[in-house]
């Protein structure tokens, strides 16, 4: 077992059966002319987490936890994505318009791939997810069970939307759940802030948060 300095408190856990998750790490969320911009956020904040995750990748693969990608995107003829989401708000381009980088979150779009510095190497699942939950409507829940999986660290974007509400799944599903702090993102800062406290609060409510430099002591030694 591997003990890490956490909050709310020590987090315990057996590298054997952890696994890293990357959510949704890709051009449509970080790049100009995506999806995140077309809702009129800056996504520079998110292009500034890149080389965080990157470590982190670079720690999960040298220890040899599992790594596994998912890209929110849909399948070209949107039947699996509701009428509510796509007409949703007033963005400047919908689910499925072509923008600057193809079809907006569309399965296959140069915009719904993952950024290159991030990309899956052999090996590693990639996870295409209709919602924001990565559980919902994928197999991931039984590829952790075919794994043993009882931990999970999680990176990715955006912090309040698609990170959490996976880790709210995964807590409902029984999975201890760890946060990295630095290599997690959203374009609005008081709720990437909010979305920490709310994780560890009340006794690690939905699960624990620690910066990237802790787990890499605890893991590397
Ligand atoms: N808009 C926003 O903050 N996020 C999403 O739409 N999806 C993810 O978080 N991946």
């Known amino acids: 077992m591997v003990t890490l300095a956490a909050a709310p408190f020590d987090l315990s856990f057996d590298p054997s059966s952890t696994a890293l998750i990357v959510i949704d790490m890709q051009r449509d969320f970080i790049e100009p002319g995506g999806f995140g911009a077309a809702l009129g956020n800056d996504v520079t904040p998110l292009q500034a987490i890149v080389p965080t995750v990157a470590r982190l990748l670079a720690l999960a693969r040298r220890h040899g936890l599992p790594v596994i990608h998912t890209r929110e995107c849909h399948m070209p003829d949107l039947s699996d994505c509701p009428p509510t989401k796509r007409?949703?708000?007033?963005?400047?381009?919908?689910?499925?318009?072509?923008?600057?980088?193809?079809?907006?979150?569309?399965?296959?779009?140069?915009?719904?791939?993952?950024?290159?510095?991030?990309?899956?190497?052999?090996?590693?699942?990639?996870?295409?997810?209709?919602?924001?939950?990565?559980?919902?409507?994928?197999?991931?829940?039984?590829?952790?069970?075919?794994?043993?999986?009882?931990t999970l660290f999680f990176a990715g974007v955006t912090t309040e939307v698609c990170v959490q509400t996976t880790m709210r799944e995964a807590n409902d599903r029984g999975f201890y759940s760890l946060l990295i702090e630095d290599a997690t993102e959203s374009y609005f800062p008081a709720f990437k802030t909010a979305t920490l406290e709310m994780i560890r609060a009340q006794g690690a409510i939905v699960g624990w948060t620690a910066p990237l430099a802790a787990l890499e002591g605890a893991l590397d030694g």
């Open 87 to 150: 007409d949703r708000g007033a963005p400047d381009l919908r689910i499925g318009d072509a923008g600057p980088m193809g079809r907006i979150l569309i399965v296959g779009e140069p915009g719904a791939e993952i950024v290159p510095d991030l990309a899956a190497i052999e090996g590693e699942l990639v996870i295409d997810k209709p919602g924001k939950g990565a559980f919902y409507a994928t197999p991931l829940g039984e590829h952790l069970a075919d794994l043993g999986i009882s």
